[in-house]
């Protein structure tokens, strides 16, 4: 018997794990830094399906990574929005953006991004902290609520 609800693997370069009702982490790397417009840009973008296809928990897009926790939603068949098409979309969408501005040949991102479930409360509050200070580690603010390339929705609950 499976931990979780409709547990499956799926791969694709990374072995990608889904199940019901479970948080999950996902990172992905950028093919160069971005600047300030355009992590704004790619962080608009990934808000765009918040609430619909997913509820972002988390979501940081520094310079040159991605990161963010989240849950996503069931679809009207009932079936839960597979994530890589959510933030593959995201990431086409501002992809396009950035290209048609910078006149580069292909978009800054990588193509595959890594996820997991986060297995239990401890690792969620672990996942959450290190996001949340992920720009002052970066030594790019002093203080993460400074940084406008970071969405919080949600502080993990202490107990």
Request: proline content about 5%; charged content about 35%; hydrophobic content about 35%.
């Amino acid at each position: 018997m499976s931990r979780w609800q409709n547990f499956k693997i799926w791969r694709g370069k990374l072995p990608h794990w889904r199940a019901d009702d479970v948080q999950y982490y996902a990172t992905f790397r950028h093919r160069r830094p971005l600047n300030e417009t355009e992590v704004n840009l790619l962080l608009r973008q990934l808000l765009r399906p918040n609430g619909r296809r997913w509820n972002l928990i988390i979501c940081c897009v520094l310079p040159e990574v991605t990161e963010m926790i989240f849950t996503v939603e069931a679809s009207a068949k009932g079936e839960n929005y597979e994530l890589s098409e959510i933030i593959e979309r995201a990431k086409t969408k501002a992809g396009k953006e950035i290209i048609k501005k910078s006149g580069e040949r292909f978009p800054p991102f990588f193509t595959e991004s890594y996820d997991r479930i986060l297995r239990d409360e401890a690792e969620v509050e672990e996942f959450w902290t290190r996001i949340f200070d992920s720009p002052v580690n970066a030594e790019i603010v002093e203080d993460s609520e400074e940084y406008a390339g970071i969405f919080i929705a949600d502080a993990p609950s202490e107990e």
